[in-house]
């Protein structure tokens, strides 16, 4: 499965961004999908998820800013991050399939495939 990542750049305290993923994936409707971050020097951290009901979960640090979507008829997920901070500054990576229980445990032990990644800077 191949999962590209758009829609990173630069954006300024308080402002909004779009992330958006492609995937190539021919199970993508039944595929736990998701989003994560990381800071260079640091772990990968869960930012969202959402799974094949619909229902989704959303990290305490991003909580009521940012929101995932997906559409399968297209086979991309979103993130829409507003009001951003420079905290949220970090490579976003996009995941699929696994387990994503975002209950603690390492990302990297929950996912099954992951984009490259692109970059987000929260700066003004």
């Known amino acids: 499965v191949q999962l590209v990542e758009s829609g990173g750049g630069l954006v300024q305290p308080g402002g909004s961004l779009r992330l958006s993923c492609t995937s190539s994936?021919?199970?993508?409707?039944?595929?736990?999908m998701a989003w994560a971050r990381q800071v260079p020097g640091t772990g990968l951290e869960w930012v969202a998820a959402?799974?094949?009901?619909?229902?989704?979960i959303t990290d305490d640090a991003v909580k009521g800013r940012f929101t995932i979507a997906r559409d399968n008829a297209k086979k991309m997920v979103y993130l829409q991050m507003n009001r951003v901070k420079p905290e949220d500054t970090a490579v976003y990576y996009c995941?699929?399939?696994?387990?994503?229980?975002?209950?603690?445990?390492?990302?990297?032990?929950?996912?099954?495939?992951r984009g490259q990644g692109t970059q987000v800077t929260v700066s003004s």
């Open positions: 995941t699929s399939g696994g387990d994503v229980l975002m209950s603690g445990g390492r990302p990297e032990d929950e996912y099954t495939f």
């Open positions: 994936s021919l199970t993508f409707s039944t595929d736990a």
């Open positions: 959402i799974y094949r009901d619909g229902s989704t």
